[in-house]
């Protein structure tokens, strides 16, 4: 069965490096999306991404934040300077259709 | 904002038994879905159920949906231990395209 993946599934940064998440969503789907998790809350939603644009964001996904898909199987998720509370389990998602997502297994970003 | 809350927080039950948890949310929605998350591990999806559904099931899973309530439940029949795990409901609204998670329920079945 066809299924989201991501790597790294562990980075640790220092406080103001620039990370990249990657994810690489099922193939015929046209919808990506992030969410984060910090440890023991609610799944957030970060951000979603169709037509190779960003269709929708959440107050959390600022300046800071961007996504892309820089080629037809890759979707990243880029944080340009990395603070202590971005801290967080980072989870992609793909669907076909809007509601049905499919979620990677995450990747664990720790930043020191 | 539309929002899914579960109740309970944490579940024990002896493995053989029933769980049962509980969701709500404030707005109104197009879905209901249901995922559950190992400890530290991503999100499995379990079941959706539309809006203009009562009630569906999926093997050991049930779910109801109250939408005059705002409310759904998740059932599931003859625990094991490997059902140990968070569960989350989610729900989407007719625009927009996000999922908005609850806080989830933390189940421990006991063997």
């Known amino acids: 069965e066809p299924e989201v993946t991501q790597t790294p599934s562990h980075q640790v940064t220092q406080m103001g490096q620039e990370v990249i998440l990657r994810c690489v969503p099922i193939s015929n789907h046209l919808y990506f999306y992030w969410y984060r998790q910090i440890l023991g809350q609610k799944v957030e939603f970060l951000v979603s991404f169709y037509n190779n644009e960003i269709s929708e964001k959440s107050e959390i996904f600022d300046d800071q934040f961007s996504v892309e898909r820089p080629d037809g199987s890759n979707f990243t998720l880029k944080i340009r300077s990395t603070k202590l509370e971005d801290s967080a389990m980072y989870f992609c998602?793909?669907?076909?259709?809007?509601?049905?997502?499919?979620f990677g297994p995450g990747t664990r970003l720790t930043v020191t | 904002s539309q929002q899914g809350e579960e109740d309970p927080q944490a579940l024990s039950i002896q493995e053989g038994e029933n769980a049962t948890m509980n969701c709500s949310y404030k707005?109104?929605?197009?879905?209901l879905q249901w995922y559950r998350q190992n400890s530290g591990r991503g999100l499995v999806h379990l079941i959706l159920?539309?809006?203009?559904?009562r009630e569906k099931h999926s093997g050991r899973l049930r779910v109801t949906l109250d939408t005059s309530k705002k409310s759904s439940s998740l059932l599931i029949t003859a625990s094991r231990a490997a059902d140990t795990a968070s569960y989350f409901c989610?729900?989407?609204?007719?625009?927009?395209?996000?999922?908005?998670f609850g806080a989830g329920t933390i189940l421990r079945v006991k063997s």
């Open positions: 989610a729900t989407d609204a007719w625009l927009g395209n996000k999922l908005v």
């Open positions: 159920i539309r809006s203009n559904e």
């Open positions: 998602a793909s669907s076909l259709v809007v509601f049905e997502q499919y």
């Open positions: 707005t109104s929605i197009n879905n």
